[in-house]
């Protein structure tokens, strides 16, 4: 743990150096010229367009020639390049990691790695850099639905730091059922006993403005919707009667149902017990509910807990390379830290998928409102990235990229309640936008070919935004390698590779003959998992004391390995092995 502290701590006083020199280097008037802009669905796009923005407003939109761009004005070159709005996450959790010691109530590892000391403190600790990991993936807005009180903090962070998303958020969740695993001091789940207690607990929450009222409204497998329905009612009506909207967890068709009845605005995640029927369609219609679907925390789950990860190049590259280098850390633990998931829980997990994504494209062919959301921060859904694979599941649901687009943009800010300033690149619209390098329209996944991030009229380049040391590239490849992605592994390494028996005898070179090693590694050895026993961290020079276990035959091998790191690649490795 001291060792990822300081990591963050590094990274931490790079980001506030880079957004004090970006805040005030930043010209008042801009300029952005010859993109494409594309807006979602219902909003018009221009291509060759000239976007002009005074301080932290779009002041015009246009063709190229039809704007006048005014004297002095800082002039970017957006020729070839695709412009959409700044991307929204409608659905995360900022008290989790996204690792594997983040929900005790799911897996409980607090004897290997504690809650409240470790876990917590970490995330708080790094909260600067989850921020920075949103605007690097070009997601300039996040709704955070539900967690402690200190949620209103970080949203306040949030508002004070420029290499951040805009944050709107939700206090502790107003439940039926309470996970004792995650009971502390300011808990971010709290079970209400009585609708007194429910309507104290939004008085609260209205104090601190909340932006919204989460409910969790858990149906035990004893009980019906019915059970908790009053104290349902009595929670969205006190919500709605201090101007607030409210989001309810209802994964079950008939709660679901119960709880729009209710007067429920938001609907969280998928409806995932069945499909859904013209009952419920015609509800949210009628009653104008926004659907999130939030199908990757569903699959991140199951690939965690079933240690079958797999996790896309995106994943790897942009979010927390310690966060995710936990994911395999049941490899490593006792074998029984945790129980086998068999195939009929695998099958099981894999049919929730399908339901749900089947649910989405009846809701969206049928007209419902659907925001893209991720529920980043639970197990194996990771902060920033996660994203763009909730927009890969969502198109083989079906949508097209123009609709998964509106849901990520116009959608997204109509459930965050800031349609009137945000979503479309438009005149009098806040300055939130991305220039990506690729069309998203032929293919979605080019959402994650950014060009540069503007978030209130301020430009970012996204490798300036996330800078990467020496041991990130090297954990970067750690986490490739027990995740068994050989793309995802030789995308660290140099063209022009050359790895050693220490000193000098050279064992292969060149990304080719990796390629064929390792590729055959990962294909023949399907639990191979190496751990970090040490590490030396120094410039361009990272030292690992490495433990690699997994082989059929219990073969457990003791290794030093010299990492050289230049221009954001490994170009040296020298291996001591026992």
């Not at 079970?191 to 009222?213: F, P």
């Not at 969790?216 to 009980?223: L, N």
């Not at 101007?243 to 969280?268: C, F, N, P, S, W």
């Not at 998203?440 to 060009?451: A, E, K, Q, Y």
Request: aromatic share 6%; proline share 4%; hydrophobic share 40%.
């Amino acid at each position: 743990m001291k060792t990822k502290v300081c990591v963050i701590n590094a990274t931490i006083i790079v980001l506030h150096l880079y957004a004090a020199f970006n805040i005030y280097a930043q010209p008042s008037i801009k300029a952005i010229v010859g993109g494409n802009v594309v807006n979602p669905e219902g909003a018009s796009s221009t291509k060759n367009a000239v976007i002009l923005i005074e301080d932290n407003k779009i002041t015009q939109v246009g063709k190229s020639g039809d704007v006048r761009i005014p004297e002095g004005a800082v002039t970017i070159d957006a020729e070839g390049k695709w412009i959409i709005p700044g991307l929204v996450d409608s659905h995360i959790h900022f008290f989790q990691s996204g690792g594997i010691y983040t929900r005790p109530d799911v897996i409980d590892l607090r004897k290997y790695v504690p809650y409240v000391e470790g876990e917590l403190a970490e995330i708080r600790e790094r909260l600067p850099d989850t921020f920075a990991r949103y605007l690097r993936c070009g997601i300039t807005s996040v709704v955070d639905v539900g967690g402690p009180f200190w949620n209103f903090e970080v949203r306040e962070l949030a508002r004070q730091t420029e290499v951040a998303p805009r944050v709107a958020v939700a206090g502790p969740l107003i439940s039926t059922y309470q996970p004792e695993a995650l009971t502390t001091d300011d808990p971010p789940i709290i079970k209400v006993n009585s609708i007194e207690e429910a309507l104290e607990l939004v008085r609260r929450q209205v104090e601190r403005k909340a932006d919204l009222i989460k409910i969790w409204y858990i149906v035990r497998s004893d009980q019906k919707p019915e059970d908790h329905l009053a104290l349902v009612k009595a929670t969205i009506e006190e919500g709605h009667k201090n101007g607030i909207r409210v989001a309810v967890h209802a994964t079950q068709l008939e709660t679901a149902k119960a709880a729009v009845r209710a007067g429920a605005d938001i609907l969280v995640h998928s409806v995932y017990d069945t499909e859904v029927d013209n009952e419920f369609v015609e509800l949210l219609k009628d009653r104008d509910v926004i659907y999130t679907p939030t199908v990757i925390v569903l699959e991140g789950y199951k690939e965690v807990l079933a240690q079958q990860v797999a996790l896309t190049l995106m994943e790897h590259e942009m979010a927390n390379p310690y966060t995710v280098s936990t994911l395999f850390d049941l490899r490593k633990l006792p074998e029984d830290a945790a129980p086998t998931r068999s195939e009929d829980w695998i099958q099981a997990r894999n049919l929730r998928i399908k339901i749900a994504k089947k649910n989405l494209k009846i809701l969206q062919d049928a007209g419902v409102t659907i925001a893209a959301g991720t529920d980043a921060g639970n197990i194996g859904t990771l902060h920033g990235p996660a994203l763009f694979r909730e927009f890969e599941l969502m198109a083989e649901a079906g949508l097209s990229a123009m609709e998964i687009l509106t849901t990520a943009t116009i959608n997204g800010v109509k459930l965050m309640g800031r349609a009137d300033e945000l979503g479309t690149i438009e005149q009098g619209k806040l300055a939130d936008f991305v220039i990506l390098n690729s069309d998203p329209l032929l293919d979605i996944r080019n959402t994650s070919d950014i060009h540069l991030v503007v978030k209130n009229g301020n430009v970012h380049d996204p490798q300036k935004i996330m800078p990467k040391t020496a041991e990130d590239i090297v954990q970067h490849q750690v986490n490739a390698y027990n995740a068994r992605d050989i793309e995802a592994f030789l995308a660290t390494y140099s063209p022009d590779i050359k790895i050693f028996n220490h000193p000098d005898t050279l064992r292969y070179s060149g990304l080719a003959e990796m390629n064929e090693r390792y590729k055959a590694l990962f294909e023949r050895v399907a639990n191979l998992h190496v751990e970090i026993v040490n590490r030396i961290a120094l410039g361009n020079y990272v030292i690992d004391r490495e433990r690699v276990t997994g082989f059929p035959n219990g073969m457990v091998i003791n290794a030093v390995a010299t990492y050289y790191v230049r221009d954001g690649l490994i170009q040296r490795v020298w291996f001591i092995r026992e």
